[in-house]
């Protein structure tokens, strides 16, 4: 059984992006995502895969990858899955022992930055690096999943601030 421990930050500056790698440009998009689990299809360059997440809304969470052939993925965001479609591209940066993920989100969502760090236990030290502002890990809104039904751009001001 896979577990992912992750928690979640609101960006607010761009140091980061000197330490950061090329970054990757992601599409995803949900085929179910609502009471107990999400399942959603993702392209990471050319790669895809079936993530199958469940919908426990605390930094430790149930989650299954499977790899899917390219031109699948491809016909089921376009076809299958529920939009907007979520863009982004995701920057990798190392501080300290971690490897952070510093998402920068396109489309409906453009303006959203958020860095999320994998941890293996829910109680691990980590190097919280400046850029890294409110952590939002138990803000609904935040997740993935939510941001189809409620784009970035339809949030207040409130919302957007991580209140």
């Known amino acids: 059984m896979a577990t992912e421990i992750e928690r979640k930050f609101l960006v607010i500056a761009d140091d980061w992006r000197r330490d950061a790698d090329a970054g ?45 052939p390219l031109e699948d993925a491809t016909e089921m965001l376009a076809e299958l899955c529920y939009k907007p479609l979520i863009e982004k591209v995701r920057y990798r940066v190392r501080v300290g022992e971690h490897v952070w993920e510093v998402d920068c989100f396109a489309g409906e969502n453009t303006g959203l930055v958020v860095a999320e760090i994998e941890l293996t236990d829910p109680q691990e030290r980590f190097v919280t690096p400046p850029w890294a502002g409110h952590e939002v890990s138990h803000l609904l809104r935040y997740y993935n999943v939510n941001l189809v039904d409620h784009p970035y751009r339809d949030w207040t001001e409130a919302e957007r601030a991580g209140l």
């Open 24 to 68: 990757t440009a992601y599409r995803q998009g949900y085929l179910l995502g609502r009471s107990n689990s999400s399942v959603r299809v993702r392209l990471a360059g050319e790669r895809a895969w079936l993530n199958i997440k469940s919908a426990t809304m605390t930094v430790s969470r149930r989650e299954y990858d499977y790899p899917i």
